[in-house]
């Protein structure tokens, strides 16, 4: 649980290493026990989590139970947690009985949450009017107020402002108080980002929100071709130290819009947990390696993992390939770093390649046929 967090420039590292990391919002809410986080429903959310590399998320705009960050330490995941300042209006950043029931609120979850290695940063709120006196009041005097409680970790806020045209600097929205940039942005991702890092060059940017609803398209297969964009836009951000999707499952709702049946379908998994394409092509796509398989001479082929160094990108360390029924170590790989195994004989059928984290989970699978090409993602 010892480990060291900060910003160096528009880099996060995590013990002196840049990370640049996927992750998810996950709304508390399942059909059978509704608000309940009991270990049964946190265990499988979490596997979900980590098959789908979900390594660096701000779960909730409300903070989580004690339960649920333990397992968070248990598993590696790193955490933003956030108090409840959900879209609070001008007037309720400045009524002084709400500054101090915040602080209360905020007070107890950082006093109950301190210890925990799996939280690196916390938030004071989501998507307020952040361009107004009132919000950035409530920005500056709230960073300074968790700062006062916890002077080691990080502040920020989640904006849908931020990235707005009407933003000509950074004194015009309250992000210049924050210790980095945290955004909800739904399309033209690339755009909005160049667009924040010309006002912040010397701050990272995490996208905090970003997502489709299921039955906001006509197929999955626009939601995928979604996702596929998203992640090429964000693979040419050098400043981005991480994207959360909306969200990891669907959700119970009276927020206007929702459909008869009270569920939000935004997940990459249904209420019930089961996967959506969505999530399939998430895990292709979150994977932090790339794995071919390339002839070298008859009756040999060469299995090449390199780990990614655009987006994600983070150091492996102890990670299995499988290759059939056979296993390889893949040993430390820095970001760009490629490692490769010899395979002797000729399988008619073709070759499964997987990549497994450690913990056993399988986060990523290729199948390619007997001569090395691919077949199936």
Not at 64 to 86: C, F, P, Q, T
Not at 232 to 238: L, N, P, S, V, W
Not at 290 to 313: C, H, W, Y
Not at 347 to 369: A, Q, T, W
Request: charged residues 25%.
């Amino acid at each position: 649980g010892i480990r060291s967090v900060e910003i160096k420039g528009t880099s996060l590292l995590l013990n002196g290493e840049p990370v640049k990391m996927g992750g998810c919002n996950r709304p508390l809410d399942h059909p059978d026990y509704g608000s309940l986080d009991p270990q049964q429903v946190l265990q499988e959310d979490f596997n979900l989590m980590k098959r789908g590399s979900m390594e660096l998320s701000r779960l909730s705009h409300y903070p989580v139970s004690s339960e649920l960050l333990d397992l968070a330490d248990m598993r590696g995941i790193l955490i933003i947690a956030e108090a409840g300042n959900w879209q609070m209006t001008p007037a309720q950043m400045s009524d002084s009985s709400m500054r101090r029931k915040f602080q209360n609120q905020f007070r107890e979850m950082i006093e109950r949450d301190w210890n925990h290695p799996s939280v690196i940063a916390w938030s004071v709120g989501n998507e307020y009017q952040s361009q107004t006196t009132e919000g950035k009041d409530w920005t500056k005097d709230m960073f300074h107020f968790a700062k006062s409680l916890d002077p080691q970790r990080l502040v920020t806020f989640s904006s849908m402002i931020v990235f707005r045209d009407f933003i000509k600097s950074p004194s015009d929205e309250a992000s210049q108080y924050v210790d980095f940039i945290s955004a909800n942005i739904y399309g033209n991702h690339r755009e909005n980002l160049q667009r924040i890092h010309a006002l912040y060059p010397d701050k990272p940017i995490y996208v905090s929100e970003f997502g489709l609803r299921a039955d906001q398209v006509t197929s999955e297969v626009e939601r995928v071709r979604y996702l596929s964009n998203a992640m090429a836009d964000f693979r040419q951000c050098e400043y981005l130290i991480g994207a959360s999707i909306w969200t990891l499952n669907d959700y119970k709702s009276m927020y206007p819009g929702t459909n008869a049946n009270g569920f939000r379908p935004w997940g990459l998994v249904d209420q019930q947990r089961k996967p959506r394409d969505m999530y399939h092509a998430w895990q292709s796509e979150l994977a932090p390696a790339t794995l071919q398989l390339l002839p070298v001479t008859t009756g040999r082929l060469r299995l090449v993992v390199t780990a990614r160094k655009d987006f994600p990108s983070y150091t492996l360390r102890n990670y299995t390939v499988r290759v059939n029924a056979t296993s390889f170590a893949v040993g430390i790989l820095k970001p760009g770093e490629s490692k490769s195994f010899e395979i002797d004989g000729v399988n008619p059928d073709g070759y499964d390649v997987e990549l497994i984290k450690p913990g056993g989970f399988l986060i990523y699978k290729r199948m390619f046929s007997k001569d090395g090409t691919v077949t199936q993602k």
